[in-house]
Structure formats: structure tokens, C-alpha cells
């Protein structure tokens, strides 16, 4: 039953993990590829605080609060560089969240922290409270989606010029963004470090930025039901089946390129095409 | 005198640079792609060029057949990976391309090891003695060198023949280039045959000086070389070329005087950043 449990953790992690991305990237259109660096800014900030002796459930608003300050500052560069150049300056963050880590003796440098503090819940009920923490992500991402907050982001996303000239202020809403989607990774962070028990810079590297975006991409941008489909698949995949263990990269990078080259719209759209053919197959 | 070394350690570094964000700004300029899986045909060149170089002794013979190899990689690339997708947004073709890098680079583990391959000959190990703090080995002086002469010849033959001009029309005006009758499709070809195969050309050189070839080999240029067209101003040949040395000599001279505070990479990234934050569209950018 263990064995479930932290599958059913790790699960429930990736879900709002992936969900925090699909909020920067899939509503409102700006592209991310650092996003693992707030994940590991709420993960070094748990576990920092929990091994300064601050109770867990205490360290995770922090954790917020500290990757959703952060997220404001990279948000900051999103308004002065767009599309490409915006994809770039956050690749380039993510390599300086790693390269100043990896120097740091604080932050126990290319080793990492372990942290052995017990968080004051048993395993079941730290997955209850991951898995209860990924589904209000996932209902606050349907009801940011469907207000008006979110109607700006979609619109910003599809044509940020025209926004503009509606007289909508355009900067604060990606600021907006940036905060929600940084500050819920960083949550995603605490429980990481909490689950693991050990962080190491490589762990919030460029790889982990485009596990997350493909997960995000192979559900479908900007569709909550599909992302999180495909981030609770897609993390425990490699566990289930061992022999994908080892070609992991392989297939993540392959199932990105074969879903960007034949349904640019992830699943998502597949299953919307799919359930088309077969409607009009039964007239 | 350390200060001389740590110049002339950047131009090399510099040269390879440029070598691999030329085929890069090539192919952004004309089909606006951030092409990452530009550093598969670098790491390409490596295997191609050691396996040929152990199996025929002769180098000139493994830097021809890496080029070549790595250039029908590129035109490949182009045809089956991202002409079908050209007209969606600008992420799509980008996630696509680094997906395709990552199977890539797993690829090369899974089919020759991760241990990498050595050389079995020694090729242009001895050494150039300028002065006595500054010395270069041969592979040092022939990529710089060679890169300069490449980049000259290029540009060269961009401004002289036919083909050279057909190419800048499209990238100026794809529309008004096919109706005089320049096929956009074949100045794809040309423009991904010899970006692959310059990259190609780093990729043996590199495994030169380091007398290794690894599957992650590509992968630091990668990123590195993504930031480095990013610098120079998105699809603009000279702002690679000047960024690609600048870029070069900022590590190197970073990895000294900040390496307590910042790895390798952050100091070129946080060097990225604040370019573009002083200019959001690069050091040369285009109109």
C-alpha cells in the first residue's frame, strides 16, 4: 500500500505542478520554459524553513509567497520581451536558479538539503492533502478560466496588440499570471521537498522545465481537464512500466515532437476531433 | 598575461560558438523557428567524425563525411519535422524541436553508449607557441581559422551568386521572392544543409580538443547557442557572429572572477538577461 501512496502523491504533485504552468502558458499565452525554478524556490524554501524547525504546513504559504515574489520580478521581464525572446529570458532563468543553487554552501551546493524533519501527517494523510491541494488547483483553474480575469488572459494570448488598444491594462494581467502560476508552483515545491525528503539543483533543472511543459502540451494548452490527465499519466508512467524507466527521455521527447507535429492541441483537441468523426460516423 | 590567455581562451570558445548559432540564425531568419534541435547535428558531427576518423584514419575524410552526413540530416530535418507545421503558432514548432533534441540526445546514449567514444588517432594535438604565456593547440588554431575563413566564404557567395540572393530575398520577403520564381523550399534545403553541416564542423572539432564524443555534448551549445542568436538580435547573421565572441570571452573571463557566485551557464544566461533587458530585441536587431 506504501508503494500506491507515493505514487498517488507524486501524482497529485505533478497535477499542480502542471497546472501552474497551464496558467501562465496555456491561458494567458506566455510562454515558460524555467518553470521548474519556482518549483525548486518553494522546495528549498520548505525545506530551508521545515530544518530551521518551522511546522511544515506553516512553510507552504511561504513557499507561495516567496516564488510568487519571484514570479512578479521574471513576470516584470515578460512585459519587456515577447514571444521568442520571452521563451529564452525564462530558459535563462532557470539556468541561474540552478547555477547560483549549485554554489551556494547554504544550500548544501551540488549535494543538495535532505531533509529528515518529520512533517507532523502520516503518508496517507500527506497524500490526502497533496491530492486535496491538486483538485482545488484544478477547480480554481476551471473558475479562473471561466471569469473575467480569465477571458482577459485567453484574449492576451490570442492578440495582446488588440487588448491594448481595448484599453484593458495589460501589463498587470500577465503580472497576474505570473504570480498565480508561480506562487502555486511554488506549493508544488514544499510538497515535493516534503515527499522526497531530498533536493538537489538538478532536480529544477531545464529537463524538468520541459517534462512539465510537455505535460501541459500533451493534454492540451489551456485545457485544465486535459493537462491533468496527462501529468498524472505522464509522471507515474516511467514508474509503471520499467522499461520505459530507462528510455524515459526518449519517450517524453518523442511523444512532444509527435504531438506538436500531428495535434498541436494535445489530446485535448485529439479527443474533440476524435469524438467529431465518430458523432458524425453515427448520423 | 592571464588576462591575454583568458581572451584568447574566449575567442576559441567564441569561434565554436559562432560555428554552431550561424546555422541557427540561418534557419530563424527564414523560417522563424527556434530550431533547438540544431545541436543533434552537432553532436551528429562528433559520432560521425570519430567513427570515420577510427575506421579510415584520415580527418579531412571524417570532417567531410560529418558534414555531409549532418547536412542531409538538416535538409531531413526541415522536410519531415517542421515544414508540415510552419503555420501554427511559434511555440508549437519550438516544443516540437525540443522534442525532437531530447529523443536525440537519447538516441545517441542508447545507440552508442553513454561513456562516449575516444579518438584512436591523435589529430592536431601539438601545439602553436606565440609567445611564452600564450600557446594553442592545433585544433585551437584551426577552429578559429576555419570558422573565420567559413564565415567569409559564406558571405561571400550570399552577396555573389544566384543562389546567395535568392536566399536574402526570401528571408526579406518570402511572398514577392516565390513570385519571381525562387522556390522557398529549396532555399530551406540550402539553408539547413549548411547550418547542419557547420554545426557539424564544431561538433568534430569540439570532440577534437576535448578528444571526446558524448550524447550531452550537444546539449550545453544547445541552449547556449539559442541564447546566443537571442543576443545578436533574432535572424541577424553579424549580431550572431559579434554576440558569438562576446558571449565567448564573458565566460571566460566570468568563470574567473564570479565562478564563487555563478556556475558556467548562469553567467552567460544572467549576461543574456540583462542585454535584453537594456535591448528587449537583441544587440542588432533588425528594423
Given at each position: 500500500m506504501d508503494y500506491e501512496i507515493s505514487l498517488a502523491t507524486t501524482m497529485a504533485i505533478s497535477v499542480l505542478f502542471a497546472l501552474s504552468l497551464n496558467l501562465i502558458t496555456g491561458f494567458c499565452g506566455q510562454i515558460s520554459l524555467g518553470h521548474a525554478a519556482f518549483l525548486g524556490v518553494g522546495a528549498y524554501t520548505s525545506g530551508m524553513l521545515v530544518k530551521a524547525g518551522i511546522p511544515f504546513l506553516l512553510t507552504l504559504p511561504l513557499a507561495m509567497l516567496f516564488s510568487g515574489v519571484l514570479g512578479i520580478v521574471v513576470g516584470l521581464a515578460s512585459l519587456r520581451v515577447r514571444a521568442d525572446f520571452l521563451a529564452i529570458t525564462t530558459m535563462g532563468v532557470g539556468f541561474l536558479f540552478v547555477g547560483v543553487v549549485r554554489q551556494?554552501?547554504?544550500?548544501?551546493?551540488?549535494?543538495?538539503?535532505?531533509?529528515?524533519?518529520?512533517?507532523?501527517?502520516?503518508?496517507?494523510?500527506?497524500?490526502?492533502?497533496?491530492?486535496a491541494l491538486a483538485a482545488a488547483t484544478a477547480l480554481f483553474s476551471t473558475y479562473v478560466r471561466r471569469c473575467w480575469m480569465g477571458r482577459v488572459f485567453g484574449a492576451i494570448g490570442e492578440d495582446?496588440?488588440?487588448?491594448?488598444?481595448?484599453?484593458?491594462?495589460?501589463?498587470?494581467?500577465?503580472?497576474?499570471?505570473?504570480?498565480?502560476?508561480?506562487?502555486?508552483?511554488?506549493?508544488?515545491?514544499?510538497?515535493?521537498?516534503?515527499?522526497?525528503?531530498?533536493?538537489?539543483?538538478d532536480s529544477f533543472g531545464f529537463i524538468e522545465s520541459v517534462t512539465v511543459l510537455s505535460m501541459v502540451v500533451v493534454g492540451g494548452i489551456g485545457s485544465v481537464t486535459g493537462v491533468a490527465?496527462?501529468?498524472?499519466?505522464?509522471?507515474?508512467?516511467?514508474?509503471?512500466?520499467?522499461?520505459?524507466?530507462?528510455?524515459?527521455?526518449?519517450?517524453?521527447?518523442?511523444?512532444?515532437?509527435?504531438?506538436?507535429?500531428?495535434?498541436?492541441?494535445?489530446?485535448?483537441?485529439?479527443?474533440?476531433?476524435?469524438?467529431r468523426s465518430l458523432g458524425k460516423g453515427a448520423k | 598575461?592571464?588576462?591575454?590567455?583568458?581572451?584568447?581562451?574566449?575567442?576559441?570558445?567564441?569561434?565554436?560558438?559562432?560555428?554552431?548559432?550561424?546555422?541557427?540564425?540561418?534557419?530563424?531568419?527564414?523560417?522563424?523557428?527556434?530550431?533547438?534541435?540544431?545541436?543533434?547535428?552537432?553532436?551528429?558531427?562528433?559520432y560521425v567524425g570519430v567513427l570515420v576518423a577510427n575506421q579510415t584514419g584520415s580527418l579531412a575524410a571524417a570532417i567531410f563525411a560529418a558534414?555531409?552526413?549532418?547536412?542531409?540530416?538538416?535538409?531531413?530535418?526541415?522536410?519531415?519535422?517542421?515544414?508540415?507545421?510552419l503555420d501554427q503558432p511559434p511555440f508549437v514548432p519550438l516544443i516540437a524541436s525540443i522534442g525532437l533534441y531530447i529523443a536525440a540526445e537519447e538516441l545517441f546514449r542508447i545507440v552508442?553508449?553513454?561513456?562516449?567514444?575516444?579518438?584512436?588517432?591523435?589529430?592536431?594535438?601539438?601545439?602553436?607557441?606565440?609567445?611564452?604565456?600564450?600557446?594553442?593547440?592545433?585544433?585551437?588554431?584551426?577552429?578559429?581559422?576555419?570558422?573565420?575563413?567559413?564565415?567569409?566564404?559564406?558571405?561571400?557567395?550570399?552577396?555573389?551568386?544566384?543562389?546567395?540572393?535568392?536566399?536574402?530575398?526570401?528571408?526579406?520577403?518570402?511572398?514577392?521572392a516565390e513570385s519571381f520564381?525562387?522556390?522557398r523550399r529549396m532555399v530551406g534545403d540550402i539553408n539547413f544543409f549548411v547550418g547542419s553541416a557547420l554545426a557539424a564542423f564544431a561538433g568534430v572539432m569540439v570532440s577534437l580538443l576535448n578528444n571526446l564524443v558524448e550524447p550531452t555534448m550537444?546539449?550545453?551549445?544547445?541552449?547556449?547557442?539559442?541564447?546566443?542568436?537571442?543576443?545578436?538580435?533574432?535572424?541577424?547573421?553579424?549580431?550572431?557572429?559579434?554576440a558569438s565572441l562576446v558571449l565567448g570571452v564573458v565566460e571566460s573571463f566570468g568563470t574567473v572572477y564570479l565562478g564563487q557566485l555563478l556556475d558556467r551557464n548562469a553567467i552567460a544566461f544572467a549576461f543574456l538577461i540583462m542585454i535584453l533587458m537594456w535591448r528587449p530585441h537583441g544587440l542588432f536587431a533588425r528594423r
Open positions: 551556494q554552501e547554504i544550500f548544501g551546493a551540488e549535494m543538495g538539503i535532505s531533509i529528515v524533519a518529520d512533517p507532523g501527517l502520516s503518508k496517507p494523510e500527506f497524500m490526502l492533502l497533496s491530492v495582446e496588440d488588440t487588448v491594448r488598444v481595448l484599453g484593458i491594462d495589460v501589463p498587470l494581467f500577465k503580472l497576474t499570471a505570473f504570480a498565480i502560476g508561480t506562487a502555486l508552483a511554488g506549493l508544488a515545491g514544499g510538497l515535493y521537498a516534503q515527499h522526497l525528503k531530498l533536493i538537489a539543483p490527465i496527462s501529468a498524472a499519466v505522464l509522471s507515474v508512467l516511467p514508474s509503471w512500466f520499467q522499461f520505459i524507466g530507462d528510455y524515459k527521455l526518449l519517450v517524453y521527447g518523442g511523444l512532444l515532437f509527435l504531438m506538436m507535429r500531428f495535434s498541436p492541441g494535445g489530446m485535448a483537441a485529439l479527443v474533440i476531433r476524435l469524438s | 598575461m592571464l588576462f591575454v590567455e583568458l581572451a584568447a581562451q574566449g575567442l576559441v570558445q567564441g569561434s565554436i560558438y559562432a560555428l554552431i548559432a550561424l546555422g541557427l540564425t540561418l534557419v530563424y531568419g527564414l523560417l522563424r523557428i527556434l530550431h533547438v534541435a540544431h545541436a543533434a547535428f552537432f553532436t551528429l558531427g562528433g558534414m555531409m552526413v549532418a547536412g542531409v540530416g538538416g535538409i531531413l530535418a526541415f522536410r519531415l519535422c517542421y515544414q508540415p507545421i552508442f553508449g553513454a561513456q562516449g567514444l575516444t579518438y584512436r588517432n591523435e589529430f592536431l594535438q601539438g601545439q602553436v607557441v606565440l609567445f611564452d604565456f600564450l600557446r594553442f593547440k592545433h585544433a585551437e588554431v584551426v577552429v578559429m581559422l576555419g570558422s573565420a575563413a567559413i564565415i567569409g566564404v559564406l558571405s561571400l557567395l550570399q552577396i555573389r551568386t544566384r543562389i546567395g540572393i535568392a536566399c536574402q530575398a526570401t528571408v526579406s520577403d518570402p511572398q514577392m520564381g525562387v522556390s550537444g546539449s550545453v551549445p544547445s541552449y547556449k547557442a539559442l541564447a546566443i542568436i537571442v543576443l545578436g538580435g533574432l535572424g541577424s547573421t553579424r549580431g550572431a557572429l559579434a
